[in-house]
DNA sequence: GTAGCGTAGTTGAAAGCAGAACTATTCCGC
DNA sequence: GCGGAATAGTTCTGCTTTCAACTACGCTAC
């Protein structure tokens, strides 16, 4: 954000940009503000609710559904949409609540190995009833199943576009 | 997230949740990963190119359709579905950038006004071909006509239970 | 008119995050 | 085995966001 560069201004255009028409227009809209008041909505009710973010749920959940409840770091950022940065630090604060442990990883000495204590898991357990109450209360009680279906269609054609980054 | 507060901790819980079966985990799976990479990509490519992020472009965006490119600070908030005070910081900053600036609302001596200036009216003019074609490459190019409906119509579905914040 | 309450918006402190720079280890070719 | 590139992760810096005060004005009733 820092520089306010505009792209190598070119003297003509590279080619008329495609704009969105009015129903593109409230495809889009629909799509983008529901998404955001979905998320919102979920990560401030589990936040106010447990105590636990939903960016720091996922990483519970993770390391939960992995073997031994332990994950190579760069694994568990990528499995939670996570730049090795900000895992780093979640995964600090994660210890510091003493849900979380680090340990070196046995074959590789560059790599570090999240585990999940028991606190951790217990914290888990807490917060998950309360996180699915929020996505059958705010999602799917909203929604037909055919529109379970759509929405889960339309999800799986933008992840393989989007998947591979 | 301070208080790592558990809610009122019952001895027996007040229902049994109503867990997601495999298929509604999938659904709601592809639902999450791929909005949130969907809105990371347009954000980063558009932040890159342009120096201006998704949520300031929202900002200039919608006071850019604003009669006279003026609105009030909390109908702006509520348009971008952000705190007041996340405006109130946006808004400072794109005033340091001379994009933006403030003026006392006659009607209401409360009140203030955010305008757009020329500069960045200009400065929106130039992001808005590198947004459109973001939006048209990772969403509207991925989809048939038939999904685009469908997102719509979820999005709508959803937007009515949580629009009215 | 003025006390009390509600509303509009800002501010400050602390937490969160991205991106770049940095450290430590491994891998590879010779 | 050794120099250099690649990889894993952390740390640093600066920006962004949140939450809780806080200021200022308007509204209503007495």
Redesign the interface.
């Known amino acids: 954000?820092s520089?306010?560069?505009?792209?190598t201004?070119p003297p003509a255009?590279v080619a008329e940009?495609?704009?969105?028409d009015a129903e593109?227009q409230?495809?889009?809209r629909?799509?983008?503000?529901?998404?955001?008041?979905?998320?919102?909505?979920l990560d401030r009710e589990l936040?106010h609710?447990?105590?636990i973010?939903h960016a720091y749920y996922e990483i519970l959940v993770a390391l939960s559904e992995a073997p031994e409840r332990r994950m190579r770091m760069s694994e568990l950022a990528d499995r939670c949409?996570s730049s090795r940065s900000r895992l780093s630090h979640a995964v600090s604060r994660l210890q510091e609540?003493g849900w979380v442990r680090r340990e070196v990883c046995a074959e590789d000495g560059r790599g570090q190995l999240a585990v999940l204590t028991d606190a951790g898991f217990a914290a888990l357990e807490?917060a998950?009833?309360?996180h699915?109450?929020g996505?059958?209360t705010?999602?799917?009680d909203?929604?037909t199943p055919e529109?379970?279906?759509?929405?889960?269609?339309?999800?799986?054609?933008?992840?393989?576009?989007?998947?591979p980054?």
């Open positions: 954000m520089a306010h560069v505009r792209p201004s255009p940009p495609r704009w969105l593109e409230k495809a889009w629909a799509w983008l503000y529901s998404a955001q008041l979905l998320m919102d909505r936040t609710a447990t105590g973010s949409l609540r807490a998950a009833p309360v699915v109450e996505v059958r705010h999602l799917f909203q929604l529109q379970v279906q759509n929405m889960r269609d339309v999800g799986e054609t933008l992840l393989r576009h989007l998947g980054r």
